[in-house]
């Protein structure tokens, strides 16, 4: 199943952003009820957090991520169009560049159009090394090129991390709808489950954290060579439920 390539002006854009921080100003648990599952999971604090395509999947998640207590730099290439995204958020939430991103986080939410990957790779050279890479991104053959059938050949989660050089990536965040995340966290009852796959342990755990932090349930499906189970095409894409059962479709029940 593929999502279909959207050329969104840039006053609609403006539109969608302000929609979906509605969506999570309204359907958001108050900052200390967040703060408090944060600190009873034993999450040592707050982290850093940079993310790279602040549009509908990085505004909707990296919004989540304020709201429980993180310090979030939403980037753009024209960081001024953030403007109402980062001022409905609050305080913690502010706008900058690609560049200004990767230096001030701990974990970078990675949110943008898959065929971006060679130019920010190009563009901060070096500058991935040792970061936490969270990739919500999707390779689709008719908006991304040629970097779709890489991806499509040697697996998503490694394609990524080979322009990403030195960055320590997770796949999280892909599998499902922007407007998926917005409606389903701190679901009541058993939480959606968020399939993540990445080589890093370290990495990962700190995945799961902030998939928790989302108000969903981390459900660790591999190394990155396994995230092509859960990227368009793959038997795991939206798979919606919760852990228990996203974990039967993971065992083939
Ligand atoms: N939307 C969903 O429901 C969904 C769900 C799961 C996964 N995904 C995947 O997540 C990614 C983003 O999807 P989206 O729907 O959120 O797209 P979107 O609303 O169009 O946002 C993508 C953002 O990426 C930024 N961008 C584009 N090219 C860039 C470049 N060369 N360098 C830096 N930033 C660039 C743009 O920001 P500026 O123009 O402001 O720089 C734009 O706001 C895609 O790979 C998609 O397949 C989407």
Same mark, same amino acid.
């Given at each position: ?25 309204? *359907? %958001?648990? #108050? &900052? ?6 944060? @600190?009873? !999971? $034993?999450?040592?604090?707050? +982290? ?32 001024? *169009? %953030?403007? #109402? &995204? ?6 913690? @939430?502010? !706008? $900058?560049?690609?560049?200004? +991103? ?152």
């Amino acid at each position: 199943m593929q999502e279909p390539a959207v050329v969104i002006d840039p006053e609609r854009r403006r539109m969608l952003r302000a929609g979906a921080l509605a969506i999570l100003t309204l *359907s %958001l648990p #108050p &900052l200390t009820a967040c703060a408090q599952r944060t @600190a009873a !999971a $034993g999450n040592a604090g707050p +982290a850093r957090i940079g993310v790279i395509g602040s549009g509908r999947i990085g505004g909707t998640v990296g919004g989540l991520w304020v709201k429980a207590g993180h310090p979030v730099l939403f980037s753009s290439r024209h960081p001024e *169009s %953030l403007k #109402p &995204l980062v001022d409905g958020l609050g305080p913690l @939430a502010r !706008a $900058g560049t690609v560049a200004e +991103a990767i230096a001030f986080a701990d974990v970078l939410f990675l949110a943008t159009p898959y065929g971006a990957l060679p130019q920010l790779s190009q563009e901060n050279a070096g500058a991935w090394s040792g970061k936490i890479v969270l990739d919500a991104t999707n390779a689709i053959a008719q908006r991304d090129g040629a970097i779709a059938d890489e991806a499509q050949r040697n697996g998503i989660g490694i394609t990524t991390a080979k322009y990403l050089r030195g960055a320590r990536v997770v796949r999280a965040f892909n599998f499902m709808g922007a407007t998926n995340f917005a409606n389903e966290h701190h679901r009541t009852g058993d939480l959606i489950a968020v399939p993540i796959a990445g080589d890093d342990e370290a990495a990962l755990q700190v995945a799961a954290q902030l998939v928790r932090d989302a108000g969903f349930e981390p459900v660790v499906v591999g190394p990155l060579a396994s995230a092509d189970k859960f990227a368009p095409g793959g038997p795991l894409f939206r798979q919606i439920g919760t852990a228990e059962e996203f974990r039967r479709k993971m065992s083939g029940n």
